[in-house]
C-alpha cells in the first residue's frame, strides 16, 4: 500500500514538472511584438484642377506700370503781386508813406471786388540822390487776393492807377478734390492701356497707389491751372 503511494505521488512529480517546462518552452518560443515605428506618410499628390491652377500661377506675367492724368480746371483764386515805392528823406517817415500807399492800394481793389491781403511786410530802403538833396528809397511787395476771378484784370488796374507796379499774377485752386479726383482717375486709365500694351488683353489690376497730385499753375490759358497726377500700379496677366 505504501508502494502503491509513493508511486502515485511520483508519477504527480513528473507530470507536473512536464507541465512547466511546457508552458516555459510556450513562453520562449512566443515571438517579440516589432517595436513601433513612427513615420511620416507622404502627402497625396494634387491632381486635377486645382494642380493646374497652381501650375499656372508659377507663370503669370507681372508688370509695374506708371500712369499719369493731367486736367485744366478754372482757378478759384488769384494771387496778385504788386511793388510800392516811396521817398522820404527820414527813415520813420518813410515807412509811415509805404504804409499810406498800402492801404490805398486795398482800397482801390476793393472798390472792385473784395480782396484780402498779407500784412505789409518791410522790405528795403536804399540812398538816392535828388538834386540837392539826400533821400531814401522805401520799397515793398504786396500780395493781394480774390476770390472772383472773372475781376482779376480790372482790379489789377485800379492797383496800379495808385502808383503800384504790377508785378505778376498767380492763379491757384483751393478747392482742388474733384480736379485732382478726375486726375487719379485718368492716370489709372493710363497705366491701364500701358499694362495691355506690355501683356495683352486680360490684365488684373493687382495693386496701385498715387506718387504724386497737385495743381501747377498757371496753364497756356488765362485764369486756369492745370492738376497732374502720378500713380505706380502692378497688373498680373
Known amino acids: 500500500m505504501k508502494k502503491k503511494l509513493i508511486v502515485l505521488l511520483l508519477a504527480l512529480t513528473l507530470g507536473c514538472t512536464a507541465c512547466a517546462a511546457e508552458i516555459c518552452a510556450s513562453a520562449?518560443?512566443?515571438p517579440a511584438p516589432l517595436p513601433q515605428q513612427s513615420e511620416s506618410l507622404p502627402a497625396p499628390e494634387k491632381t486635377g484642377a486645382r494642380s493646374d491652377e497652381e501650375e499656372a500661377k508659377k507663370h503669370r506675367v507681372f508688370a509695374s506700370v506708371c500712369g499719369q492724368g493731367r486736367v485744366t480746371a478754372d482757378a478759384d483764386t488769384a494771387m496778385l503781386t504788386f511793388r510800392i515805392r516811396?521817398?522820404?528823406?527820414?527813415?520813420?517817415?518813410?515807412?509811415?508813406?509805404?504804409?499810406?500807399?498800402?492801404?490805398?492800394?486795398?482800397?482801390?481793389m476793393?472798390?472792385?471786388?473784395?480782396?484780402t491781403g498779407e500784412p505789409l511786410t518791410y522790405e528795403y530802403c536804399r540812398p538816392?540822390?535828388?538834386?540837392?538833396?539826400?533821400?531814401?528809397?522805401f520799397t515793398a511787395n504786396i500780395t493781394a487776393k480774390i476770390?472772383?476771378?472773372?475781376?482779376?484784370?480790372?482790379?489789377?488796374?485800379?492797383?496800379?492807377?495808385?502808383g503800384a507796379a504790377h508785378l505778376f499774377t498767380h492763379y491757384i485752386l483751393e478747392e482742388d478734390s474733384e480736379a485732382m479726383n478726375r486726375a487719379l482717375a485718368l492716370a489709372k486709365e493710363d497705366a491701364q492701356q500701358k499694362a495691355t500694351a506690355l501683356l495683352g488683353d486680360g490684365t488684373e489690376l493687382k495693386s496701385i497707389r498715387e506718387e504724386h497730385c497737385g495743381w501747377i499753375g498757371p496753364s497756356e490759358e488765362e485764369g486756369k491751372v492745370t492738376v497732374n497726377a502720378t500713380v505706380r500700379a502692378k497688373f498680373i496677366v
Do not use: I
Open 28 to 30: 520562449e518560443t512566443e
Open 86 to 108: 516811396v521817398f522820404s528823406e527820414n527813415h520813420e517817415e518813410g515807412k509811415r508813406l509805404l504804409k499810406e500807399k498800402e492801404n490805398e492800394l486795398f482800397e482801390a
Open 110 to 115: 476793393r472798390k472792385v471786388t473784395q480782396t
Open 128 to 137: 538816392v540822390s535828388e538834386g540837392e538833396n539826400d533821400a531814401f528809397a
Open 147 to 162: 476770390k472772383e476771378v472773372s475781376k482779376t484784370a480790372e482790379a489789377k488796374n485800379a492797383a496800379v492807377a495808385t
